[in-house]
């Protein structure tokens, strides 16, 4: 057991468990962020994707010591109010249907948008491979993405002027 603290969706989080347990455990577990999804535990379906330092991660397969001192983002702190446009797209587009994945779906590509605001389908195959969606709405997704990308130009360029 050590104590490890990291900063948890913008605020310290101190935990006191097994270095070796993966976040995902501590996630919901320890803290009581059931967001989170865990699906194969293996790191393989992406369900339990969350951002440390900006980064998707899979949490299943991540110990939490490693991410001592870290920035982690999870569902819950993508926003409190499902404002974020990767968010408002999945709403819009009416993406879930048993929505199992779509935590790591959303995580995925909010992750992708931040490093390519305008991806092409290409972009997002490539972002949102293995990151699986039992009920195969892929299609729904990428339309999605695309949708959460005009959000956030039209935020981007509304905020400038």
């Not at 991660?57 to 110990?63: A, E, F, I, L, Q």
């Not at 999945?90 to 590509?109: F, H, K, L, N, R």
């Not at 909010?110 to 892929?138: F, Q, S, V, W």
Request: aromatic letters at 4%; glycine letters at 8%; a neutral charge.
């Amino acid at each position: 057991m050590a104590a490890i603290e990291f900063t948890l969706n913008g605020k310290i989080q101190k935990v006191d468990v097994p270095t070796h347990m993966p976040l995902l455990w501590v996630l919901r577990d320890t803290i009581g962020l059931t967001g989170t999804k865990f699906g194969c535990g293996m790191a393989l379906c992406g369900a339990c994707t969350v951002h440390v330092d900006g980064q998707p991660m899979r949490s299943c397969v991540t110990p939490v010591a490693s991410v001592a001192a870290k920035h982690v983002t999870t569902i819950e702190g993508l926003s409190s109010d499902h404002s974020h446009p990767v968010q408002r797209a999945w709403m819009e587009e009416d993406v879930p249907q048993c929505g199992y994945c779509q935590s790591g779906q959303i995580m995925t590509a909010a992750a992708l948008l931040a490093k390519a605001p305008n991806p092409t389908d290409a972009d997002i195959d490539e972002a949102m491979h293995g990151i699986i969606c039992r009920c195969g709405t892929y299609q729904s997704i990428r339309r999605a993405i695309h949708l959460a990308a005009e959000y956030r130009a039209a935020s981007v360029k509304g905020g400038a002027a």
